[in-house]
């Protein structure tokens, strides 16, 4: 069986922190999806750094909190982020790509568990990450601001497809 073809998603919103192109300071990640996961090949900035030379921490878990995020486009719901847990596994270099990879593990109810790891191009791993995601209606996010500069919520009605 032929593996389906990798689609491109729209960034949650153009200023978002992960994925939003306008974000000078952000990780401007393009995500796509292949069947029921999601992935993204991030290079951390000299504006990530934590270390000398390395990622800070902080934007090792933006990444994939941001990549959890897209995991909703193949739930085919809105939700938050209720934990998020990171493993460091070796360091994450600044320069160095990493595949970021996200699926679904289970749902139980309201609450998804997702899991996502981050490889070198030479197979290290870099760091693995597990989130619960809460799921919630829209009108969670119109408390908070204007639903239309955030593009990516016209995605979570494909679910599945």
Known sequence: MTAPKPVALPAHSPDCHGCGPRNAAGLRMQVWRSGD???????????????????????????????????????????????????????????????????LDRREGRKLYMAASGVRPDGQVSFTARAVFLVVDVAHFERYGVLASHPGLDWLGRGAR
Not at 37 to 62: C, K, T, W
Not at 63 to 79: I, K, Q, S, T, W
Not at 82 to 102: K, M
């Open 37 to 103: 996961e999601v992935y993204s090949d991030v290079v951390f900035q000299p504006h990530h750094v934590g270390a000398p030379g390395l990622a800070h921490g902080g934007a090792v878990s933006a990444a994939c909190d941001d990549l959890f995020g897209f995991v909703l486009y193949v739930v085919g719901e809105p939700g938050v982020t209720r934990s998020l847990e990171i493993d460091y596994r070796a360091p994450v270099e600044l320069g160095v790509p990493h595949r970021v990879t996200a699926g």
